[in-house]
């Protein structure tokens, strides 16, 4: 069976992004293979975290994803952190991956932003940190939105120089399954940036706790043009905000964005934006709902994590012991 490893940082509540691109491909999967689902607190210090928020994003972040429907009697959820061999495994890594691969990665250049010299290190690694997570549990399939594509190619640069260097076929080859028309949501105010949890605005996305008013709001908000919609695609080209909505009705609604066109041709976005928002509410208020729920539960979340991080932890340690093997550390005997 194949096994599926993901992960969220826990630096803010997930978004109607990290949503679609990821979480929503993430629950059937549970049915079909072993699945881990991680929330990745260590990711989330590369860039700097208020200690109380953090914590309280950590169990919100579990709350949101047992909502949006994973289950832990189908999947092992857990909290990095918990599980040291992540951190063990990627030290290994650090010395496997080189500075040329790292300084390509266009995600550190984006939230190093123009300072590169302030940000941390951690985020300067942070790849190598998620192919340790990933390849801890030899997982082989990563659902994740269309952003961590270059983070997973890197992941399979250090599994192959590692099997090289060492002379070993030990890690598997990892394939990204980015799925869906919504692989990615860009931001409501910027149909060019993507929709993130840690952009200063919380205009410019959908947090899965939002309430109605909240969300009816953002949308009509949301930067548009003043054209009408076109019967195709290709006539959205050079629209990034209108595509934008356009792919979150289709994605909402389980249609595409070309039917989405074909229904509503000749409308504006004074039309179409009240539909969008009756269908992003229909869609998310259960799971808001659900969210509020668990987090009434705080010690009931916690242990579902305990029990998680048991799992992982279990899944883990035969692997992280051979890697040391194989790189020639004494076994503490
Ligand atoms: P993170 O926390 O930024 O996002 C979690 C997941 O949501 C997807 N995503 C989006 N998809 C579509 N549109 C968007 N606007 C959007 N924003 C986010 C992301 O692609 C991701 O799948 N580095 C990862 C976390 C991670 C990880 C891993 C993932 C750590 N270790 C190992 C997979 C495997 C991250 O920062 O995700």
């Known amino acids: 069976m194949n096994r599926v490893f993901s992960g969220i940082q826990p630096s803010g509540v997930p978004t109607l992004g990290n949503y679609l691109g990821a979480i929503r491909n993430w629950v059937p999967l549970q049915h079909t293979a072993e699945c881990l689902f991680c929330i990745v607190d260590m990711h989330a210090i590369t860039q700097r975290q208020d200690p109380r928020e953090l914590l309280a994003n950590t169990r919100e972040m579990a709350a949101s994803l047992l909502a949006c429907g994973l289950s832990p009697d189908r999947c092992v959820l ?6 040291a061999a992540h951190a063990q495994l ?23 932003g123009k300072d590169r010299e302030a940000a941390s290190t951690g985020l300067y690694v942070y790849p190598n940190l998620m192919a340790a997570d990933i390849l801890v549990y030899h997982a082989t399939q990563v659902p994740v939105g269309d952003d961590q594509r270059q983070h997973l190619e890197l992941a399979n640069d250090i599994a192959e120089k590692f099997n090289h260097d060492y002379g070993v076929d030990f890690f598997p080859h990892v394939e990204p399954l980015i799925q869906g028309v919504a692989a990615r949501v860009m931001s409501l105010r910027d149909g060019t940036r993507k929709m993130s949890k ?51 009705l289709a994605a909402v609604t389980g249609s595409t964005p070309e039917a989405v066109l074909a229904a509503h041709a000749g409308k504006g976005f004074g039309a179409f934006k009240p539909m969008l928002t009756d269908a992003l509410v229909a869609h998310l208020g259960p799971i808001r709902a659900g969210m509020l729920r668990l987090l009434e539960d705080a010690p009931a979340l916690d242990t579902a994590l305990r029990l998680g991080a048991e799992k992982a932890e279990a899944m883990a340690e035969p692997i992280l012991k051979r890697a040391y093997e194989i790189v020639g550390f004494l076994a503490r005997r």
């Open 198 to 248: 840690s952009d200063p605005s919380d205009q410019s996305r959908i947090n899965l706790n939002d309430d109605s008013d909240t969300i009816a709001n953002k949308i009509k908000r949301a930067t548009t043009d003043a054209d009408l919609l076109p019967d195709n695609l290709a006539a959205l080209e050079g629209r990034a905000e209108a595509r934008n909505l356009v792919g979150i």
């Open 78 to 83: 857990f909290v990095q952190s918990h599980v």
């Open 90 to 112: 990627a030290w290994v890594f650090n010395c496997i991956a080189r500075l040329g691969w790292l300084n390509r990665m266009t995600q550190f250049k984006d939230k190093a």
